[in-house]
């Protein structure tokens, strides 16, 4: 089955949540980015702290979603709030380049940080992994964290670590993140086919 939108974990933009308002059993958010709001229209799929949503509405320099129950429970968009930074990412369109991995936004789970290290040239993120997932994860292999493609270094029976460059770090939510932050983690789906 091919997916409706597909995205490379390369973060467009990052924006500022300026309301984050549940609805019943819907969460409506209204993101600021003036970027994506002069990129995108209304029904566009959009990556969202890696989490595909469509686009209902847009006026000037915001964008609105709505998440429903069955995503919010999946996902950490429930423990969003206004104020707080959001990687977003537009969905891949014929002839884009391809810069990280094929990212369909379809949450596995939800995992916490155990640490971050800052190194000489990058900031090591070591992030808890339950066993029911350690089948879909490898050694230099790719998974999508908060949106964002990057390449697992090293795997233990109880978490794998990630580094992450500077341009990366300063150009995504991953600055904002420490120890105990609630993580979005879609593992490589060819990986879950095996």
């Known amino acids: 089955m091919i997916p409706n939108a597909m995205f490379t974990g390369i973060v467009t933009d990052v924006g ?3 309301e984050a308002r ?22 566009d799929s959009v990556s969202v702290n890696g989490v595909c949503l469509t686009m209902v509405k847009k006026e000037r ?3 609105s979603f709505e998440a429903i129950a069955s995503t919010l429970k999946d996902t950490n968009l429930k423990k969003l709030k206004k104020g707080d930074y959001i990687n977003l990412e537009t969905a891949l369109k ?16 939800e995992l916490k940080i155990l640490k971050v290290i800052p190194r000489s040239q990058f900031w090591e993120l070591t992030i808890d992994l339950p066993s ?24 233990t029976s ?5 580094n992450i460059i500077p341009f990366t770090y300063n150009n995504t939510t991953l600055r904002y993140k420490k120890v105990g932050s609630s993580l ?5 789906h060819l990986l879950k086919k095996k």
């Open 132 to 155: 029911r997932f350690r089948k879909y994860i490898i050694e230099n292999g790719s998974i999508a964290v908060e949106g964002i493609s990057l390449t697992v270094k090293k795997i």
């Open 94 to 109: 014929v002839g884009d380049k391809l810069g990280g991995h094929f990212v369909l936004g379809h949450i596995d789970c």
């Open 16 to 18: 500022l949540v300026d």
């Open 158 to 162: 109880r978490s794998f670590s990630v």
């Open 184 to 188: 979005n983690v879609e593992f490589d």
């Open 61 to 63: 320099d915001c964008i």
């Open 22 to 43: 549940r609805c019943g059993n819907l969460l409506l958010l209204k993101i600021s980015s003036k970027k994506l709001a002069a990129e995108c229209e209304i029904s």
